[in-house]
């Protein structure tokens, strides 16, 4: 009995040190599009310049920049490999933003769903958070990073410590001054 145990012991640790286990949403996901779509990801040089169909890797500072030019702005900062009843298609957004009179940057937290994301977007560019950046490819940090710094914290403050009202999808601006977040339209 007791050699029982130990061959079994032993084959589940030869077993299980063999697999590759991969799990998505530590990284920015990059590594898991083919050439093709590795092709429509592009630098941000200008958001004139910025092509419906192509993803940009977007920086703070160019953000908060373009944000104080709009009188009305909205950014979404969204997972686009949601799937099921809760997503909503990207121009339900593009929609709502129009008909009130806001300017809307569409945000991926990472490369996951990109395919799925671009079909969606024919007459808009999306825009990705750049990790690079933030010089760390883990998607939990990167993405708090860029969210305490398009709320006005602190780019290093811990998700305990910022207030509840300012965590969401939707980040309202007027003149780059944000005026609410909300999960919500």
Known sequence: MKNLKIYTLLALLLFTSCAVIEINGLGNDYKDLDESHKALVRPLESFEEAHPGLVYKLTMPMLKKELEQQPKAIVRVFNAACRGNACKPLSVFQQ????????IYQVMISYAGMENAISQAKDFPLFVIDNDYYKTSLQPLYLRYFTNELVGLPR????????????GEFYFFEYGQLTKVSEEL
């Open 96 to 103: 709502y933003a129009q008909e009130n009179g806001y300017t």
């Open 156 to 167: 290093k403050t811990k998700e305990k410590d910022v207030p509840e009202e300012l965590d």
